[in-house]
């Protein structure tokens, strides 16, 4: 032990500059927006290198599960372009709004309060912040930030996570959050009680939202009326198993930019 402390007094000039230049790097990085989005970009693709090198191991030991549900995506995918109307002209084609970017997630979080997850996909594929990312489930979360091989998702299950849905029998919207405890249940808010909610009612995403309208979120398992405020306490049981995820598609909504422009006009133009 006192070999150790003798050892650091002797460095002690040079452990003392490592510890101001971590600090005056933090503060660089902290205060200025440049500097902050570079570090996290580099940093994206620093962890998601490792995260993809783990995630090649955990993926061989569980080959078969995965080849188990690309075949059961694969048999769903060819009865439904069975049952495809054939119709659409080209330049109808040309019209659909949405793009989906594949990817695979190599970084999963489930049980913090915020949970941030990492795909292979980044700028170069694509990819930019604000993008939805589901599975054929249903939702996962939407991009935060993005690197230029690697970018994170603010998952769904995240106490920051707010995404507009709607009842689908109805059409009601409301918003979904999480409120950090279990990982199958979200709960549903502004759903106000003019609504007919009932236990089993499916919720799918909504028409004012970055993900395509229509897709499924999950079934309502508890809808109780707050007489005191007239809206509903909803809790949706997830359709995706957020905890068994790997491969997913980020949403490119094409029209979300313009429909932005038209919302939240430049003043100085």
Not at 24 to 50: E, M, P, V
Not at 163 to 181: A, F
Not at 195 to 213: C, E, L, M, R, W
Not at 240 to 268: C, F, H, R, T
Request: glycine letters at 6%; charged letters at 20%.
């Amino acid at each position: 032990m006192q070999q150790v402390i003798s050892y650091l007094l002797k460095k002690k000039n040079f452990l003392f500059f490592i510890l101001l230049l971590g600090i005056s790097l933090a503060l660089t990085i902290q205060s200025h927006r440049y500097h902050k989005s570079k570090f996290i970009s580099a940093a994206n693709d620093i962890t998601g290198g490792l995260y993809e090198s783990v995630n090649h191991v955990n993926e061989f030991i569980n080959l078969d599960n995965y080849n188990e549900r690309l075949l059961k995506e694969n048999a769903r995918l060819r009865k439904e372009l069975s049952n495809y109307n054939f119709h659409s002209t080209v330049n109808d084609l040309k019209e659909v709004p949405y793009e989906f970017i594949p990817a695979k997630l190599i970084e999963n979080s489930f049980h913090k309060k915020n949970n941030i997850l990492v795909i292979n996909k980044g700028a170069k594929h694509g990819v930019t912040t604000d993008m939805g990312v589901i599975t054929t489930n249903g939702i996962v979360g939407v991009i935060e930030n993005v690197g230029e091989n690697y970018s994170t998702v603010l998952s769904v299950l995240h106490i920051q996570s707010q995404i507009n849905v709607q009842l689908k029998k109805t059409n009601h919207i409301g918003s979904l959050l999480w409120n950090g405890e279990s990982p199958f249940i979200v709960q549903l808010e502004d759903i106000t009680k003019v609504a007919s909610v009932k236990v089993n009612d499916t919720i799918v995403t909504g028409n004012y939202s970055i993900f395509p309208q229509g897709i499924n979120v999950g079934k309502v398992i508890k809808a109780a009326l707050d007489q005191t405020q007239n809206y509903f306490d909803v809790e949706v049981e997830l359709f995706n198993d957020m905890s068994n995820i790997g491969y997913v598609y980020v949403v490119n909504n094409k029209a979300l930019k313009e429909v932005n422009q038209l919302l939240n006009p430049d003043p100085n133009e």
